[in-house]
């Protein structure tokens, strides 16, 4: 589990980066790894639900 700037738990998948924005990856089913820097914590979460 990611963590942000002040030490809180964004969860799996999410972490933060020195820059404020939030970065979110995971794997699909064929192995192939997907990620996205968004600017707020409630984008990370909704594109990682959609995927």
Known sequence: ???N???K???KGIC???D???YARFVDK???RH???VPTLPEARN???EA
């Open 1 to 3: 589990m990611g963590k």
């Open 5 to 7: 700037l002040k030490g």
């Open 9 to 11: 738990e964004c969860g």
């Open 16 to 18: 933060q980066r020195k």
């Open 20 to 22: 404020g924005f939030y």
């Open 30 to 32: 064929h192995g192939k």
């Open 35 to 37: 990620e996205k820097y």
């Open 47 to 49: 594109w990682l639900e």
